[in-house]
Nanobody, 127 residues
Framework: QVQLVESGGGLVQAGGSLRLSCAAS????????VGWFRQAPGKEREFVAG????????YYADSVKGRFSISRDNAKNTWYLQMNSLKPEDTAVYYC????????????????????WGQGTQVTVSS
């Protein structure tokens, strides 16, 4: 059984930083594009960042470019989201996710294409 477990969320002041982790088990995701999504209250779940299978390519939503950084450690079957210069509008539940097939195009990393989801971790940014 595949499990994705996020950690690292919390409450931070505007301008602060957090680092989220997603530890996967039940399947090796080394050959998968993986990513992060978020959902704010009353809004749809949205793509935040994605990283290709060997980490050669990353892709970000315009709203987080230059502030967030995605990385992965295939030896640990884990990926990360470093969030800097956080803003109140970044407040949301953050989810890690992976598609059902390996070698998925990073441009295809929409919520409807994800097969595996973590339980979510709350990130709250106070002003």
């Amino acid at each position: 059984q595949v499990q994705l477990v996020e950690s690292g969320g919390g409450l931070v002041q505007a301008g602060g930083s957090l680092r989220l982790s997603c530890a996967a088990s039940g399947r090796t995701f080394g050959s998968y594009t993986v990513g992060w999504f978020r959902q704010a209250p009353g809004k749809e779940r949205e793509f935040v960042a994605g990283i290709s299978w060997y980490g050669a390519t990353t892709y970000y939503a315009d709203s987080v470019k230059g502030r967030f950084s995605i990385s992965r450690d295939n030896a640990k079957n884990t990926w990360y989201l470093q969030m800097n210069s956080l803003k109140p509008e970044d407040t949301a539940v953050y989810y890690c996710a992976a598609p059902g097939s390996s070698y998925t195009s990073i441009q295809a990393m929409g919520p409807s294409n994800m097969a595996y989801w973590g339980q979510g971790t709350q990130v709250t940014v106070s002003s």
